[in-house]
């Protein structure tokens, strides 16, 4: 996995310094896919083993990394946020 | 740079809590160098996905860098194996440095680009060994809240990304997508789905 996964990104980032301007409409299309992907991931991290997102402790950390973002925070307080508010709640009564 | 180390921590606690043993971690850092795909990658694998499923999410991911590397290829020095080489060292971050030291998006400075690609890449692999070491002492992910860091985390990546209506358009369409795949397929297809999704409605 990790060979593999060194080799994709090796070819992804060593091939733009050799290619000519790549076509305006073929850029706009990747730019979509990161902002897809990484939404995807949260939805599903959120997922319990059935698929399905649940309503837990791990809802609350992500809420609080996303009121932080939104803020503006830097970005290890968001993750450190998101880890902290769902330990916390767990750890309630 | 401090940053970056705080990152890679993550990474490497994360990697270690998920299931990969803490040197294929290191690794992973010092060869792959690009943190979404890793921790991607390192979130199919937790989740029960297969190796193929993490290569591709992880290096979907990574097609960024082909338009980075584009941008940059304007400016970097030397032949085509050497402009190659240097585009490993190009990620978000330190793209985002040249940019800002030459002042036009269209035209990174490539001596700031690459000297601090190379600054990030150690801050980055050290960071991940530090964080490899310190999770098995961390033990249970849950009780301290790691499994919810991997979302938080990806909330924290994407955010700084919806800064176009097209790009909230993106994000919208692929978690929706990823919402209706999840529950009958396995891991790996919510993910494709979602970057067919970002394809389309970019």
Redesign the interface.
Known sequence: ??????A???V????????P??PEAV?????????????????????GA????RVD??L???A???L???RRA???V???????????L?ALP | MAALVVFGVSFGVLAVAGGIPGWQAVLMSAIVFAGSAQFAAVAVIAGGGTALAAIVSGGLLNTRYIATGVVAGRVLPGGPVRRALEGQLIVDESFALGVAASGDPGKPDPEATLISGALLWASWVAGTALGALLGPVVGDPSRYGLDAAFPALFVALLWPLLASRRAVRCALGGAVVALLLAPWTPAGVPLAGAAVAGLVLA
């Open positions: 996995m990790v060979l593999g996964l060194a994709v990104t090796a992804c980032k060593g091939i733009g310094p050799l290619l301007d790549v850029a706009r299309r990747t730019a979509g896919l990161a902002p897809a992907l990484l939404a995807a991931l949260v939805v599903t991290e959120l997922a059935d698929g399905v997102p402790a791990k609350a950390g992500v609080a990394a996303v932080l973002s939104w830097p970005f290890a968001c993750v450190v946020a998101g880890a902290v508010v769902a330990a916390l767990r």
